[in-house]
């Protein structure tokens, strides 16, 4: 199966946070941490990859030589609310940082987090994954990045608590990271990919609670 697949690694006994992270630390494959379990996370696609790398270059240039600092997928971040543990695909903290411990491998305050969508993964990035981020109060942003079209899933946290979703389409679309001043243009992301690209439509909006 091609994507970044989610396997559960059996065990007899439901594991503690502090089990999960003594093992991860040592672990040569990451895993997510869910629940007292533990699923391995395989590799992505050469798409995949191309979309992840386009993404945090593009906002390690915009954002160096701001209070921002941009993290791939080697950072660990941990929702503190829900005991949840995963690796996102991006993410962008900003002013001081918070870590889990001395570490500094588990980051628990990033501003705006970004997944690249997968066959496997786009329900769990939609439903469960990103009801653990919204516990995240630091989070103001969180983006869903397709790998089959030119199309981006961009939520933005409101002063209420609700969330407006809008998607990013086309050519001449723009992903506008409000809450980091930040402006990334599709082709940016999307350009050496090996994906076409398609005029852009209308924008859509609608609000979530």
Not at 24 to 29: I, L, S, T
Not at 42 to 69: D, F, Y
Not at 80 to 101: I, S
């Amino acid at each position: 199966m091609c994507g970044n697949a989610r396997v559960e690694v059996t065990a007899r006994h439901r594991l503690s946070a502090q089990q999960y992270l003594a093992l991860e630390r040592k672990a040569v494959v990451k895993s997510e941490f869910v629940n007292g379990e533990i699923f391995a996370m395989a590799g992505g696609t050469r798409r995949h990859s191309r979309i992840k790398v386009k993404i945090t270059s593009a906002l390690e240039q915009r954002l160096s030589s701001s209070s921002c600092q941009v993290f791939d997928s080697d950072m660990r971040l941990k929702v503190e609310v829900t005991d949840f543990y995963t690796y996102p695909d991006a993410q962008v903290a900003f002013g001081k940082l918070r870590f889990e411990d001395e570490c500094g491998d588990v980051l628990l305050n990033p501003k705006v987090i970004i997944e690249v969508l997968s066959d496997s993964s786009a329900a769990w990035d939609r439903g469960e994954k990103f009801w653990h981020y919204r516990h995240l109060l630091s989070l103001a942003e969180y983006v869903l990045v397709s790998q089959s079209a030119w199309l981006v899933e961009h939520y933005t946290r409101q002063k209420d608590g609700t969330w407006v979703f809008e998607t990013v389409e086309g050519s001449a679309g723009v992903l506008h990271l409000r809450s980091i001043r930040c402006k990334i243009p599709l082709k940016e992301i999307y350009q050496s990919t090996g994906l076409a690209a398609v005029k852009s439509p209308s924008r859509k909006s609608a609000t979530h609670s």
